[in-house]
């Protein structure tokens, strides 16, 4: 499968569907999409991802091998369906929401995801209101052409002191953003990307939902393909029963929930406070291991909250909270010295995630490494016997998370190698680095060894 990517730039106008048919390669699937968490973006490691570009890339390669995705990111959510009506793109990929005035000029997959609107405000600037009602005199920002817009539209015809506008050429991200600077007052966004933004932004909050939950689905141009819509209803089938799209959900998802309010704000201002302390020293300590320095922060903030004399009722020690027997296979002297601690920290995770199979996809071994760094293999392992037992994939921590939770119940652990564990915990641990990563690779900048400015010797 190949993969190509492409600007777009469209009127915002619906286009008429009975221009001269443009013959396309039936070999090329053309995605339309826009950059947001939920959809396309290039990631820390400048790859592609995204939860529809890993759905999309998937349905190119279950098509077969002579087939190739083409990505086509316009600028605002309004370019996206005049972009497929146009017939510059054969699927609408978008995280788009099946409404009663899309299906009127557009087919919908059958969905495979499920969000809720929710009003959005600034704590630091406005008290949370407890209704639109409250809302009077205040106006709500909303990106044009987005089902936000649809639902404000019908809002105020019952609610006719509510005042809004619809922006043009934006996003929910950059409105969200908007919104964390003070620049808006109030706008609607769907809550699985409200969730993430919260993480970089924990003024952020959410007043009310507004509506009933809405489905997410693919589009395609009305009557055009149905074979190939057809395809894509099998496919998500597939995914569905398979557990591949409970994988990736968890993937882009799986922690948006885990951390509050007050620890992201606490963890923010310590990443102005402590972390510059120990930044060069997770540096060094990427250079050794080639495991993200900032994943390496997340850890030992978990750990330790990067409290260098952090010790445990269990004597476990220092930023990255080693045992005495960690420390001892590490050759550590003195667990409390943070030049030894955190190379030493890095070693082990890195030693930990070389206990599980290469065949498993990233980011899951990375995830199970942490789970292990925090309790050890072996409860892993009898957990991902028991998924491979119960028809879960044994390579997903989306699955082997759930059956991590069955290690307390006699009908299971009696038959685990290692018995009885409460495993909730390391699932908790490893749900909060990922928050405390994502958080970090928003707000703190990569490190390349190799393009670090040239320092001039001194004589």
């Given at each position: 499968?190949?993969?190509?990517?492409?600007?777009?730039?469209?009127?915002?106008?619906?286009?008429?569907?009975?221009?001269?048919k443009?013959?396309n390669?039936p070999?090329?699937?053309r995605?339309v999409?826009?950059n947001s968490?939920?959809?396309?973006?290039?990631?820390?490691?400048?790859?592609?991802a995204?939860?529809?570009?890993?759905l999309?890339?998937?349905f190119?390669?279950s098509?077969?091998?002579?087939?190739q995705?083409?990505?086509?990111?316009?600028?605002?959510?309004?370019?996206?369906?005049?972009?497929?009506?146009?017939?510059?793109a054969?699927?609408?990929?978008?995280?788009?929401?099946?409404?009663i005035?899309r299906?009127?000029?557009?087919?919908?997959?059958e969905p495979y995801?499920?969000?809720?609107?929710?009003?959005?405000?600034?704590?630091d600037?406005?008290?949370r209101?407890?209704?639109?009602?409250?809302l009077d005199?205040?106006?709500i920002a909303?990106?044009?052409?987005?089902?936000?817009?649809?639902?404000?539209?019908?809002l105020?015809?019952?609610?006719?002191?509510?005042?809004w506008?619809?922006?043009?050429?934006t996003s929910?991200?950059?409105l969200?953003?908007?919104l964390a600077?003070?620049?808006?007052?109030?706008?609607?966004?769907?809550?699985?990307?409200l969730?993430?933004m919260?993480?970089?932004?924990p003024?952020?909050?959410?007043?009310?939902?507004?509506?009933?939950?809405?489905?997410?689905?693919?589009?395609?141009?009305?009557?055009?393909?149905p074979?190939?819509?057809?395809?894509?209803?099998?496919y998500?089938?597939?995914?569905?029963?398979?557990?591949t799209?409970?994988?990736l959900?968890?993937?882009?998802?799986?922690n948006?929930?885990?951390?509050?309010?007050?620890?992201v704000k606490?963890?923010l201002?310590?990443?102005r406070?402590?972390?510059?302390?120990?930044t060069?020293?997770?540096?060094?300590?990427?250079?050794?291991?080639d495991v993200?320095?900032?994943?390496l922060?997340?850890i030992?903030y978990?750990?330790?909250?990067?409290?260098?004399?952090?010790t445990s009722?269990?004597?476990?020690?220092?930023?990255?909270m080693l045992?005495?027997?960690?420390?001892?296979?590490m050759?550590?002297?003195?667990?409390?010295?943070?030049?030894?601690?955190?190379?030493?920290?890095a070693?082990f995770?890195?030693?930990?995630?070389?206990?599980?199979?290469e065949?498993?996809p990233?980011?899951?071994?990375?995830y199970f490494?942490?789970?292990?760094y925090n309790?050890g293999?072996?409860?892993?392992?009898?957990?991902?016997?028991?998924?491979?037992?119960?028809?879960l994939?044994?390579?997903?921590?989306?699955?082997?998370?759930?059956?991590?939770?069955?290690?307390?119940?006699?009908q299971?652990y009696?038959?685990a190698?290692?018995?009885y564990?409460?495993?909730?915990g390391?699932?908790i641990y490893?749900?909060?680095?990922?928050?405390?990563y994502?958080?970090?690779?928003?707000?703190?900048?990569?490190?390349?060894?190799d393009?670090?400015?040239?320092?001039?010797?001194?004589n």
């Amino acid at each position: 499968m190949m993969l190509m990517l492409l600007g777009c730039s469209e009127d915002n106008a619906f286009p008429s569907q009975n221009k001269p048919k443009v013959v396309n390669d039936p070999k090329v699937i053309r995605f339309v999409t826009i950059n947001s968490p939920n959809t396309y973006y290039i990631n820390e490691s400048d790859n592609e991802a995204g939860l529809e570009y890993e759905l999309a890339t998937r349905f190119v390669k279950s098509l077969g091998p002579d087939y190739q995705a083409k990505f086509i990111v316009v600028d605002s959510f309004s370019k996206i369906i005049p972009t497929l009506l146009s017939n510059k793109a054969d699927i609408a990929a978008a995280d788009i929401s099946v409404t009663i005035e899309r299906k009127n000029i557009i087919d919908f997959s059958e969905p495979y995801h499920q969000v809720q609107q929710h009003l959005a405000f600034n704590r630091d600037r406005n008290k949370r209101p407890k209704n639109l009602s409250a809302l009077d005199g205040h106006i709500i920002a909303v990106p044009a052409g987005t089902s936000f817009a649809e639902r404000i539209r019908k809002l105020g015809k019952q609610h006719t002191g509510l005042v809004w506008d619809e922006i043009e050429n934006t996003s929910s991200e950059q409105l969200l953003e908007a919104l964390a600077q003070e620049e808006i007052d109030y706008t609607i966004a769907d809550s699985h990307l409200l969730a993430v933004m919260q993480y970089y932004y924990p003024n952020i909050q959410t007043a009310f939902a507004v509506g009933e939950p809405e489905k997410i689905a693919w589009a395609v141009a009305r009557d055009r393909n149905p074979a190939l819509l057809n395809q894509i209803n099998a496919y998500f089938k597939e995914v569905k029963r398979d557990g591949t799209l409970r994988s990736l959900i968890d993937r882009y998802h799986g922690n948006t929930t885990r951390l509050k309010t007050i620890d992201v704000k606490t963890f923010l201002a310590r990443t102005r406070t402590l972390l510059p302390k120990y930044t060069r020293l997770f540096k060094e300590a990427q250079d050794i291991t080639d495991v993200d320095w900032r994943l390496l922060a997340a850890i030992s903030y978990q750990e330790s909250h990067w409290d260098t004399f952090s010790t445990s009722p269990t004597n476990v020690r220092g930023l990255m909270m080693l045992t005495e027997q960690t420390s001892d296979m590490m050759n550590v002297q003195d667990r409390l010295d943070p030049k030894q601690s955190i190379p030493a920290g890095a070693k082990f995770f890195l030693w930990m995630k070389d206990r599980f199979p290469e065949r498993i996809p990233e980011p899951d071994r990375t995830y199970f490494a942490l789970a292990a760094y925090n309790n050890g293999v072996g409860h892993l392992e009898d957990a991902r016997v028991l998924a491979q037992r119960l028809g879960l994939n044994p390579d997903s921590w989306a699955d082997v998370k759930t059956t991590l939770l069955k290690l307390n119940d006699p009908q299971y652990y009696t038959r685990a190698k290692h018995g009885y564990c409460s495993c909730g915990g390391p699932i908790i641990y490893t749900e909060s680095v990922r928050s405390y990563y994502q958080i970090l690779l928003k707000h703190q900048p990569s490190h390349s060894p190799d393009l670090e400015p040239f320092k001039i010797a001194e004589n």
